[in-house]
């Protein structure tokens, strides 16, 4: 996994939830949420600390979780901690992987593959296969990549 990936999952996972706490402090933040949730916001916080751009695009993002400004300068100052600690990358893609979605049908994929669900068909690299329709919206591509 590289540092782009884990950083814009990181921001996918935090971002509802800081909606949803409500709280305008990052230092409570990490109380108010739930315990992996609460541990990957704890992580994250714990080496922007002493990085005033980092530190200040917490509080932005804190302040509006809902901003794609915010959420974006948020992810570019994790990514650029990750590229320079990779074994930070490591322990918190570690902690990506043990949340559980908070809804039903969302479905959090923190590796490379595909995922199917309800008796659907998915492949890695090279295609992915659809049994029966599809609801809502799909995302080809990922961060960063043109297709």
Do not use: C
């Not at 990750?82 to 049908?105: V, W």
């Not at 593959?113 to 008796?119: C, D, E, L, M, S």
């Amino acid at each position: 996994m590289d540092p782009a990936t884990v950083a814009t999952t990181a921001v996918t996972v935090l971002a509802p939830y800081i909606v949803k706490a409500g709280e305008k402090t990052a230092e409570k933040l990490g109380e108010m949420l739930p315990a992996g949730v609460g541990k990957v916001w704890t992580a994250i916080t714990g080496r922007f600390k002493g990085k005033p751009a980092a530190e200040s695009a917490t509080i932005d993002l804190v302040a509006q979780p809902n901003d794609e400004d915010n959420q974006t300068a948020f992810r570019i100052q994790l990514k650029k901690v990750l590229e320079n600690d990779p074994g930070f990358m490591t322990e918190l893609a570690q902690l990506l992987a043990t949340i559980q979605p908070e809804r039903g049908d969302q479905i959090l994929n923190t590796g490379s593959g595909g995922v199917a669900t309800r008796g659907g068909v998915a492949a890695g690299a090279g295609g992915v296969a659809v049994k029966g329709d599809s609801h809502g919206s799909i995302t080809i591509g990922g961060a960063g990549k043109k297709e």
